[in-house]
């Protein structure tokens, strides 16, 4: 059981380059998002999924795009990189519904620096 | 001001002390989770909350929902504690987690 698989762990990318963060999860959760963490704030919810073919955007996610064609995965794409999308982005997963109050998993992160 | 607050967003320790760090949120939840994240490293689950109190090892989470408060203890502190713990919140209207800035700790042997 490998929870959460988030990779790379670390990228760099030149301003304007494109480049894809591929989460996956094995556990069946109906819940799937991208976060990303600055430096003095709280993760900030980039887009989320609550399951296959449904996305939508959370508090931050202009320059991101999202997709969920199966339960497992929920890659999240850089379509233009810039500077201000220095940061490091985590996935996370979790049960929706009546098991919506358990634990959420995390990926190990993304530590994303542009150029 | 921010749903979730954590105090202090910095603590330094001996090792063995007590440690306390607190969660006040503003929003109506469902459940409440504190989390650990070390350096450079991922993030993960310590406890999840909905009311009472819960106990893992040397951690101790509290929650007082009428106060919208949380706690998490740490009972005879050690340096592999170093980390940063995080506060989030499961807001009841929108069904998503609200995160807290984080409290640094950093425990010396």
């Known amino acids: 059981n490998a929870g959460v698989t988030q990779t790379p762990k670390f990228q760099v990318l030149k301003t304007g380059q494109s480049m894809t963060l591929q989460c996956a999860q094995d556990?069946?959760?109906?819940?799937m998002s991208w976060y990303r963490q600055d430096p003095g704030m709280g993760l900030r919810l980039i887009h989320y999924?609550?399951?296959?073919?449904?996305?939508d955007q959370g508090e931050v996610p202009n320059g991101y795009n999202v997709s969920r064609s199966t339960t497992e995965d929920f890659p999240l794409r850089l379509l233009s990189a810039a500077p201000s999308q220095t940061s490091v982005y985590f996935c996370?997963?979790?049960?929706?519904?009546?098991?919506?109050?358990?634990?959420?998993?995390f990926g190990q992160g993304t530590r994303l620096t542009v150029v | 001001k921010n749903e979730v607050e954590q105090s202090p967003q910095n603590l330094t320790a001996q090792e063995g002390e007590f440690i306390t760090i607190n969660c006040s949120y503003s929003?109506?939840?469902?459940?409440l989770h504190w989390l650990q994240q070390h350096p450079g490293g991922g993030i993960v689950s310590l406890f999840m909350?909905?009311?009472g109190k819960k106990k893992h090892g040397r951690l101790i989470a509290t929650i007082n929902i009428q106060e919208k408060h949380s706690s998490l203890h740490i009972t005879a502190s050690h340096p592999r504690d170093s980390a940063v713990y995080i506060c989030?919140?499961?807001?009841?209207?929108?069904?998503?987690?609200?995160f807290g800035t984080g409290t640094r700790l950093q425990v010396f042997p």
């Open positions: 996370a997963s979790s049960y929706m519904g009546r098991r919506r109050n358990t634990e959420a998993f």
């Open positions: 999924s609550v399951g296959a073919g449904i996305t």
């Open positions: 989030a919140v499961r807001s009841i209207i929108f069904d998503k987690l609200i």
């Open positions: 556990m069946n959760h109906e819940y």
């Open positions: 929003v109506g939840i469902s459940a």
């Open positions: 909350l909905s009311s």
